[in-house]
């Protein structure tokens, strides 16, 4: 049971309701998620806003990636199912992948570098050493890129925690991070 409930899509605060009409548009449903932080209309249009403007960020494959990576460190199985049923059937990553982005890699060499330091920067809550930021540049990965594998990671941390506070039911085909990549 969510210790948040999950509104119904007409109980929304009304400045939310044209926001979840685009991610129906998008998506072709409204997950659990958005109704959840939809409870806050500046709280969704944040989340949404940032989405949005990650969106070129990275091809879709390495966003999912990253999104697994942090799941996993975070211990939320909302955004594991989520990402997972992404990374499958709209970044069309196998499951080897999946597994391997859950635990903190890639079989890409710029796709690995990336995800262990989006891993990295979850764990130390961005205290990284020099070390891996070298690393992570020594694989092509520009400055700009960087602040975007930061950005990444906070918008993930901001869905895994309000997933993780509220215990949202997963709508999604589930997946446990308990259950170890």
């Not at 989006?118 to 992570?136: E, L």
């Not at 990671?153 to 215990?167: D, S």
């Amino acid at each position: 049971m969510s210790r948040i409930p999950v509104p119904a899509r007409d109980a929304v605060p009304a400045a939310s309701k044209p926001l979840l009409d685009a991610v129906e548009k998008q998506l072709g449903v409204v997950p659990n998620l958005f109704r959840l932080v939809g409870q806050s209309p500046a709280a969704l249009q944040g989340l949404l806003g940032l989405n949005g403007a990650l969106g070129h960020a990275f091809d879709p494959a390495t966003r999912e990636r990253v999104a697994l990576a942090v799941a996993q460190a975070n211990g939320c199985d909302y955004c594991l199912s989520a990402h997972a049923y992404l990374a499958a059937n709209l970044a069309k990553l196998d499951a080897a992948e999946i597994e391997r982005n859950r635990a903190g890699g890639s079989s890409d060499p710029k796709a690995d570098a990336i995800v262990k330091f989006a891993a990295k920067v979850t764990v130390a809550k961005g205290r990284v050493s020099d070390a891996d930021i070298a690393a992570v540049k020594l694989a092509g990965v520009t400055d700009a890129q960087v602040m975007e594998v930061v950005a990444l990671v906070a918008v993930n941390v901001f869905t895994n925690y309000a997933n993780n506070l509220a215990e949202t039911p997963i709508d999604f085909p589930v997946v446990r991070a308990a259950e170890a990549a």
